[in-house]
Every structure is written in structure tokens, then in C-alpha cells.
């Protein structure tokens, strides 16, 4: 088994980002160790629930985070990692999220300005807005890491140790005003201002209310929107966003939290939020790292766009978990930079495996990019993606390519999953992409892998991809010419030592290197009319290879 202490006895020698990040936040947790006497430390992400929790969320807020964390686990660090949820935030009322109701403009004049907590569910089926969207993302956190991200919500802390925060930025107001009244600009906040957003309780609104009196533990407001003045506990609404931040981190204790880059900016709200920790709070701020937006590549249009929760751009984990391992989306994060784009597309899945099966042949030595650095920077990416860090194999696994599962997935789409599996395994060993033996480990690969390769078939492959083979040969008539060369094929094929995708790409070559360019196409027209029925399809050699080579010969010669 290759353990961390392994793969630092192999690679050691280059620098990971993320473990140069892991080693630069261990001086931070060091120092706070000396300065506070903490034994254990805090690690948390940040998001709103604003409507499509998209996979974009997963790298900053979730992977980053807990890949350092365990590297620290490793090196004896006792580390909670938290995912925050903003919950009290104002439902802003776009057009997307409008659209998700049954009447839309219903929706916008009734529910814009409440907190998204307090937002029915515009489906039906769960209790409120949040509890529908964090459906395809909460419950698959765990497939995403090692299951030890725990998940908090403001509104919670807002009953219990934001409530004391809430309390003490009452009291320290005016410090706050000054403060942030420097990254305002134009709108400075008034004298007696009070940062603290009541719940409006006529209309719902927790944007258009203004605190006017505090009564101990309640406030007096006054709401823009609907003209109502009342009063409200402290437990029913919320801070400023940019004090919210520090109370998040005053909670929770945090001592490292990534953020998005649009925090990043100069006199953004990172630097706020630090300007109130330490002037006001006396506290000292959290180490961040920033990170940049996740793109997406719509697969009908190719358009690319950031991935966005409220305006409903990008796709789910649940939706990546019905057509790949999380550990390939991992990977995906870890390659590069959190600083660098990543741009993800359902449709381009098979390109994704080639790039982690290539990291993983390099990691166990069976590949090299000629690159020295580049192979020590993918294998430790590689090894980073892996949920287990400890019972992996000691050599490498099998590599089943995703199209070649992906064809075949759905050629035996109508057998139950067991017998797909069975006859999927038969073929791919006949093939040579599976072993004549496979470890437990290939075979829980190829399992897991037929299911999600023909999930992608049915939803984003290329419509060419989705064929079946003929029962019966059709009742055509073959120019001279192409019979002869269907003939020379099938002597090629049926003489083949090895029945792989290479050879038989290479007997087809020399069944048609007489061809001009035109009658080649002509050729293919009218071999994908006898195999499948249309004048297009998957590539002819990975689709041969998955057929007994005994059909594939009789089918070239038109026999039954």
C-alpha cells in the first residue's frame, strides 16, 4: 500500500501547490498555537444557497480545504472542517431564480428580499428553498471528500454563538461604522446607524428594513419596502454581510477559509472583514487563500460562462456522481492552481479520464511525459484526487477507456446490471483493457464505471455514439469496389493474431491505403450501413473491438 510517507520518498523532492499551501498554512496554525494556546484548529467554506449548488462550489470551499487538512491530519494536526451556509441572505428575485416557480412573476413580487431560509421550495418537496437546492449537494459531500466536512447554516448560529457576536457588534457600532464606512465611498452609514437587518414581519423582507432603537435583545425597525415598524428578536435576522463574515469566523473559531476572488480585490470585503477583526474584535483573522470561478461549457451550445448558483449555470455534483467518479473532478481541481480557470463539460467526461488515466500510469511509473517536473506535478495530483490515501494499489490498475465502456454500456443497455457487467467484462478482456485477472479493485472500477458511462451515452454524448448492431445484414447493394474492399478487410481481421482496437485500426488502414480521400468516406458511409444502419458512428476500431471478431468478419461479407 502507498501511503503519504510514500509518495513523499518518491516525489519529495518537487513542491505540490497544495502543499506548499499546506505548509504555509502549518507556520499560520503554529503561530496561533504559540499565541492562543489552541490544540485544535478550524478549516471552513463559505456559500449561499441561492438557488443550483453547482460543482464549481466544490473546489475552493470543499476540495482545497480538506486536502490540506488531511496533509496537516497526517502530520499529527486535530482540525474541524465546516461548509457555512449563508442562509439568511436576502433571495435576490432574478429572473432564473423567478423561473424555478410555477408563476414566476408571483413569485418575484412575493418573495424577493426574504431571507432564502424562509422561501418555499417552488417544486414542492422539501420544506423551503434552501433544503430543495442543497439536496443535490449536501448528501454527496461525501462522495466529494473523506466524509469528515461537517455543515453549519447562519440561521443556526444566529440562536447560538452568532447570537453573542450579534450582541457585541451592537455594542461596538460606532467602531464598526467608522470602519466600514471607509470602504463605502458615496453611502457612508449615519451616526446611530445599527448593523443589524431585522425580518420584516409583514412583508418578509430582511433587505429593506432598517434597525432604529435597540431593546436589549430586540430591535425597533422601520421597513422601507411595505412601511411597517416593529420590533424583532435578534435571533430573526441578520448582521451586515461584510460584519456577518467575522462573526462567522468569531463563531466558528476558523483559522483557514479559501474565498472567491471577488473578495480578493483590493478594498473588497476580505479586506474589510480583516480591517473588523482586528480593530474591532481584536481577533485575529483567519489565513485565506482566493480562488478562481469554475466555468461552464454548455455541451449542446459549446457557450462557455462562470458556473452561478442564482442565475442557474453549471451542473450538480449529483449530476457528475451519475456519470463519473468524484476522484476525476478532484483531480481536475488539484492540477492546476486555485487561481487558474477550470472549465468543465458534461459532454467532455472521456477527455477528463484520459487525463487522470494518464496521471495514474505516471504515478506508478508505467508512463512519462519526458517532463521530470510534470510527472511529479500530475502524480501528486493524482494521488491528492484519491479519497483513500491508504488502500490503493501496489500496481497499476486497470484503465478501461470511458468511450469504450461508454459504447458498450449501451450496446447492453437492455441486460439487467449484473449480466452487463459480466458480458462488459468479457468483451473488455477480450479487448485487453481488462486483465484476464482482475484485482477487487478493477473490478469495482469497471462496476462503478458502466452505470455512469451509460448515463453519459443517454445524456451528453455525441448523437453519432448511440448506435446498436444490426441483428441481420441489411439487404444492400455494394459497389463493386466496396465489396471488394469489405472482402480485404475481413481476410485483414480474420487473420489478426490479437483482436485490439490497434490492430484492427491498423487493418483497416491497409484495407483502404489505395483510397483517395472521397472513397474512403464512401467506404465508412457504407460500413457503418451494415453495422448499424446509419452513415455515421462511434470510431470503426474501438467499436470492432467490443464485437466477436466472428460476427464482425461474416457482417464485412454480408453474410448472416
Known sequence: MIALKQLEERWGWYRHWIEELAEEVERFLEERKREEGKEEFVFNGGLSVSGLQHVGRLRGEVVIPEV????LEARGWRIRQFITLYTQDAWKGKEPQCAQFPDPREACGKYTGWPLIRVPDPKGCHDNWVDH???DFGPYLKDFTDGKVEVVTTTDLYRGSLLDFTRLSIEKREEIRKILNKYRGRNPYPPGWIPFEPICARCGRIDTTESIEIKGDTVVYKCKHCGYTGEAPLTEGKLNWR?????????LRVDFEPYGKDHA??????DSAKDLAVNVFRMKPPMGTPYEWVAYRDPATGEETDMSSSDFKGFTPREWLEVAHPEVLRFLYLRVPPMRKVTLSLRDIPNYYNAWYQAERIFYGAESTGDKEQDAHLAKSYFYSLLSWENIPDKLPAQPPYTHVAILAWLLRKLDDNEAFEEALKRLQRTGHMPRDPTSYDVERLRALIPRARRWMEKYAPSQMRVDILEE????ELPDWVREKFEKAASLLEALEDWNEE?????????TEDLDAKKRREFYRWFYKIFVGRDSGPRAAPLLSLLDRNIVVKRLRLQA
Open 68 to 71: 490540506v487538512r488531511r496533509i
Open 133 to 135: 437546492y442543497w439536496e
Open 243 to 251: 460584519l456577518e463574515w467575522v462573526g462567522v469566523w468569531w463563531a
Open 265 to 270: 480585490m483590493p478594498g473588497g470585503s476580505r
Open 473 to 476: 445484414p441489411p439487404s444492400v
Open 503 to 511: 490492430n484492427i485500426k491498423n487493418a483497416l488502414m491497409k484495407a
